[in-house]
């Protein structure tokens, strides 16, 4: 159990550290996104989890276990690389809060829904993987919601904190070498 709970944890945290890049940039230039449109982007990665996770499980369903699983670590190993290879292509390159920031100094509900499926797209490549790696599926998708609103608030208050020297400052290798490590992990597991 405590094993399923450290996998969730790590993947949740992994898929949602670009939440973490958008509330820090947010938080740079002392915009807000308040507790609606936050709770709106965290559902929308918990929803997106959940249905991905699903998919990868039946996926898994119509192939053996052992495939099943080499399979989905494989993927992870390789969205991991992915984004490993985005971040170094793309390492000078200044944080941008989203396509379109917010009007005013707080976010909208529509803005935060078109961030949310935008953030979440990235998520349902790794959910699938993880979804045939049989990670329990209400753990993860509850942890990556819970996830998403830590890192999207988390990050808008260290964004405030934080002098515009860190403004250039990426975490995106982050979430590539966790989903590496999970990946291998996984493989073992």
């Known amino acids: 159990m405590i094993d399923t709970i450290v996998t969730a944890a790590i993947l949740s945290v992994s898929t949602n550290l670009d939440n973490l890049a958008v509330g820090v940039a947010y938080g ?17 990665s918990g929803i997106s989890t959940l249905c991905s996770m699903s998919l990868g499980n039946e996926i898994a369903s119509l192939i053996s276990p052992q495939w099943a699983q080499s399979l989905g670590s494989s993927l992870l190993i390789v969205i991991g690389v992915v984004v490993l290879v985005q971040f170094w292509r793309s390492r000078h390159a200044p944080i941008s809060p989203a396509d379109a920031p917010p009007v005013n100094n707080g ?41 998403s609103l830590v890192m999207i608030g988390g990050g808008v208050w260290l964004g405030r904190l934080l002098t515009h020297q860190w403004q250039r400052c990426r975490l995106d290798w982050l979430a590539g070498l966790g989903l590496i490590l999970l990946g291998v992990y996984a493989s073992w597991a």
């Open 28 to 44: 740079f230039k002392r915009l807000t996104i308040g507790w609606l449109a936050n709770g709106a982007i965290a559902s929308l």
């Open 107 to 147: 976010m909208s509900l529509r803005d935060a829904v078109l961030l949310g499926l935008a953030l979440t797209l990235s998520n349902i490549g790794t959910g699938i993987s993880a979804g045939m790696t049989h990670l329990d599926v209400a753990t993860t998708s509850s942890l990556s919601l819970l996830s």
